[in-house]
């Protein structure tokens, strides 16, 4: 079955500093894999996905980038943090027409 | 553009009697229709999926959910509710495309009261 490893679960992060948040994903190959945000304990925004290593699609313009060097490694960063970017990331990869998703990884910006 | 809309911030029912909670979708083409439950500070987890075939969608932990095309809802039914079915509650409808990005509501927040 297919699993979902995000870490850290939870940072704590001064404003400018930078961010580093991995998914990594066991018992598939060749996922598309997606990033999405969690603001307020509700919304879900889809920030980027990926069909393959190197392949990245941001769907909104922000202050965070996404890579995927490996095939089953997701790694969303930011050079320098905003306010805003505080919430709830989580990762997510598709099987069989499905999402599967991560614990997700709580990032509070002060 | 794919969209769904759950007009209830949070939805309050007792313990044993049934619940609902409401999903309207707006898409072009055929609907591809999700619900995912969220428990506070965790992931999301699949329910249930309506692709194609029979109205109501059966799903785990007793959900079930009713493909309604001429009233374009996909509403979340349960006989009895349990005080363990208090989360959150996403619909979600397939963006299109190659991939399958989701597109998901606000949630709703099911408050099952003992």
């Known amino acids: 079955s297919q699993t979902i490893h995000q870490w850290p679960a939870t940072l704590v992060q001064p404003v400018g500093s930078p961010l580093s948040l991995e998914c990594t994903v066991e018992?598939?190959?060749?996922?598309?894999l997606y990033w999405y945000r969690q603001a307020a304990g509700r919304g879900l925004q889809l920030l980027f996905y990926?069909?393959?290593?190197?392949?990245i699609s941001s769907e909104v313009p922000q202050n965070l980038s996404a890579s995927r060097p490996q095939d089953r490694q997701f790694i969303l960063s930011s050079k320098k943090l905003l306010l805003s970017d505080s919430g709830f990331y989580l990762c997510?990869?598709?099987?069989?027409?499905?999402?599967?998703f991560g614990e997700g990884s709580r990032l509070t910006v002060l | 553009a794919q969209s769904v809309a759950q007009p209830e911030d949070q939805v309050n029912v007792a313990e044993g009697n049934p619940l609902t909670v409401k999903c309207t979708y707006s898409?072009?083409?055929?609907?591809?229709l999700f619900w995912y439950v969220q428990y506070p500070n965790r992931g999301l987890q699949f329910l249930l999926k309506?692709?194609?075939?029979?109205?109501l969608v059966k799903g785990s932990y007793g959900f079930e959910a009713e493909f309604n095309k001429s009233q374009t809802s996909f509403h979340l039914k349960k006989p009895s509710a349990l005080v363990s079915d208090s989360a959150l509650y996403f619909c979600?409808?397939?963006?299109?495309?190659?991939?399958?990005?989701?597109?998901f509501g606000t949630g709703t927040l099911l408050a099952v009261q003992p």
């Open positions: 018992g598939t190959s060749n996922p598309n």
């Open positions: 309506y692709i194609t075939g029979d109205n």
């Open positions: 990926s069909v393959g290593i190197g392949q």
């Open positions: 898409v072009s083409g055929n609907p591809y």
């Open positions: 997510a990869s598709d099987r069989a027409g499905e999402l599967f």
């Open positions: 979600a409808v397939r963006d299109g495309g190659a991939t399958n990005k989701l597109i």
